[in-house]
């Protein structure tokens, strides 16, 4: 493949970390960093002409920038902290009655569950949990239980099916994954939201992981909502996320904090006012977007998903074939990119409490400095290996005979 790989001295990882986690948290590279460092130092040496003069041109500046890179219109976004704060802006706003339901399904993220299962419990609404790509013809889909087991998700169709099939009149927004979390599954979110328009059912994108992973175009995607975080996949500073929002559902957005709610430069009245000022903070996070969407441009974004992909998929392989499992999607970049989960095998050492970190996780951490998660979706353990520029071949080789070790000696 041809590609010019950024010196890992482009990265501030320490030499003897193996980081195979940029889809919790993304370091970024140190141009990023330096970027985010200028916009403070403006801030710290004259905060009232900052925020009274300099920061809202900024912001625009910034959001043009990342607006293109998206699809969208940079009139239709707002910069937010993170994916969360997003989600809660939409669930704050959301206006749902005793009785309603919002579907998700059982590929989302956990604190977007909780989230929604507040927002329900308030009002006397409730939460359906979709089984993706198992279609029970005999059941109604149930707001607690689990399904355990492999999930089939080689099919699109059968996808959809499954979560519409838990659609109901009184389902008043779908809440879905671009790329799903635990499992990192790609979702076919441009279908789902022309099906649900079909049923005049509003749809919430939650995401986070494809940012740069993916080619993302909102106008596209056509969805109500979207939610992101930056610091994932772009690599953009820790603090940066987006909420887009479709232009006929602006003026109903409430905010999840309360603050001035209007500009502090006296521009005229628009509905980022109250999302832009939410109290002092330090926006450079925000500011320094553009310069990460540079630095992944000048490797290309193509090369950058094909080869993370690549690495990926070398992963998945080998761990296939020492775990003796199969992964749940089709070994294709339709299905997954940058990031991929290989179910543990059978009968391996569990959890001591739900919140506690993975015996095996563990293990590779302290006797490796090997940075990975492992997931739970279905009742199952899955670990998750995500590949930015920085990870190599070598690396998952490495990866793979700590396993090996581990599996074998305990
Ligand atoms: C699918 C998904 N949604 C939301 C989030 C929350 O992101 P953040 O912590 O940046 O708000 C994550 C974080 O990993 C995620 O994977």
């Known amino acids: 493949m041809n590609i010019k790989l950024p010196p890992r001295s482009a990265w501030s990882i320490p030499d ?3 980081y195979f986690n940029h889809g919790s948290f993304g370091p970024a590279p140190r141009v990023v960093q330096e970027a985010r460092e200028e916009f403070s130092r403006r801030l710290e040496c004259q905060p009232m002409d900052f925020y009274l003069k300099q920061m809202e041109p900024a912001l625009d500046q910034a959001m043009s920038v990342l607006a293109k890179f998206v699809g969208a219109e940079p009139r239709d976004m707002v910069f937010v902290d993170n994916a969360t704060v997003a989600m809660n802006i939409v669930a704050e706003t959301a206006d749902l009655q005793a009785g309603d339901e919002v ?10 569950f909780r989230i929604w299962r507040r927002k329900c419990e308030r009002v006397g609404a409730r939460v359906v949990n979709a089984q993706l790509g198992a279609i029970q013809n005999d059941s109604t889909p149930s707001t607690a239980s689990v399904v355990f087991g492999p999930p089939r998700l080689s099919n699109a169709n059968e996808i959809c099916n499954s ?12 809440v879905v994954s671009h790329v799903a979390s635990p499992s990192a599954i790609v979702l076919p979110v441009t279908e789902i939201c022309r099906q649900a328009r079909e049923r005049g059912v509003p749809v919430c994108i ?4 494809a940012i740069a992973m993916r080619h993302v175009n909102l106008r596209e995607i056509d969805c109500d909502y979207y939610c992101a975080s930056l610091h994932k996949w772009l690599s953009a500073p820790f603090g940066s996320g987006f909420l887009y929002i479709k232009r006929k559902l602006q003026r109903n957005l409430q905010p999840h904090m309360t603050s001035w709610g209007r500009s502090l430069a006296g521009l005229p009245e628009r509905w980022q006012d109250q999302f832009n000022w939410l109290g002092t903070r330090d926006p450079a996070p925000f500011l320094a977007v553009p310069a990460a969407i540079e630095f992944l441009e000048q490797t290309g974004l193509e090369p950058f998903r094909q080869w993370t992909h690549h690495l990926a998929q070398s992963a998945r392989q ?6 003796g499992q199969t992964a749940w999607m ?10 991929v989960t290989v179910p543990l095998p059978i009968g391996g050492e569990k959890r001591a409490k739900p919140n506690s970190m993975h015996p095996l996780q563990q293990k ?12 739970e979706c279905r009742g199952q353990s899955l670990l998750r290996v995500s590949c930015h520029l920085y990870n ?19």
């Open 318 to 323: 080998q761990l296939e074939q020492l775990f």
């Open 163 to 174: 979560l519409f099939q838990a659609v109901t009149d009184r389902t008043k927004l779908i």
């Open 364 to 375: 590779l951490r302290e006797r490796f400095q090997i940075e990975i998660p492992i997931t």
């Open 206 to 209: 939650d995401g986070p992981h």
């Open 392 to 410: 190599t071949l070598e690396q998952i080789e490495y990866l793979i005979n700590a396993l090996k070790t581990v599996l074998t000696s305990g």
């Open 103 to 112: 579907l998700l399904n059982d590929h989302e993220y956990g604190a977007v």
């Open 330 to 339: 089709p070994d294709s970049l339709d299905w997954y990119g940058s990031m």
């Open 16 to 18: 003897d970390v193996i």
